[in-house]
């Protein structure tokens, strides 16, 4: 990958939605190069999709919940059904398989806590292998998503 192919990344990151002619014009190429090397970096995997970044107050998820879960069992068998399950989820909108004191960290969003105390009992409850839940409420957020440093 080179320096346009990484210029086309992050212009793209920063809006999906620039026409080819656009993204051409910001990278310093003519439109017939521009695309052919948007599809190589889709074909390649290196861009895998598209999307819209939604408000979540705006819809109403105004509860964001980061969930610790610690197993009590790391079979094969367990983690694939914990992962499988994780990934059924809507409410659960990131899943981390981590190191240290919990084995996953989750990010919920929810409208309410109502909503959050169903999502434990319904949702989690049922994971299998699970020792111990913790959890933390965001009161904020100090920084959105942002591109990746492609440097």
């Not at 695309?35 to 970044?53: D, F, H, P, Q």
């Not at 994780?86 to 969003?109: H, W």
């Not at 049922?126 to 839940?133: F, H, K, N, R």
């Not at 100090?142 to 492609?150: C, E, H, R, Y």
Request: proline share 5%.
């Amino acid at each position: 990958m080179d320096s346009i192919d990484k210029q086309i990344l992050w212009e793209l990151q920063l809006n999906g939605r620039l026409s080819n002619q656009e993204l051409a014009d910001r990278v310093g190429l003519s439109p017939s190069p521009c695309l052919r090397r948007v599809r190589y970096l889709e074909e390649t995997g290196v861009i895998s999709g598209y999307a819209a970044r939604v408000n979540a107050s705006a819809v109403g998820l105004s509860v964001t919940a980061l969930v610790r879960i610690t197993m009590n069992s790391h079979s094969a068998e367990v983690v694939t059904a914990l992962e499988n399950q994780i990934r059924e989820v809507p409410r659960i909108v990131e899943a981390y398989l981590m190191s240290g004191g919990a084995d996953y960290l989750l990010k919920v969003m929810v409208k309410d806590l109502a909503e959050f105390e169903e999502f434990i009992r319904d949702d989690v409850r049922t994971l299998p292998g699970i020792a111990s839940i913790e959890t933390s409420f965001a009161f904020g957020m100090t920084k959105s998503p942002t591109p990746l440093p492609l440097d």
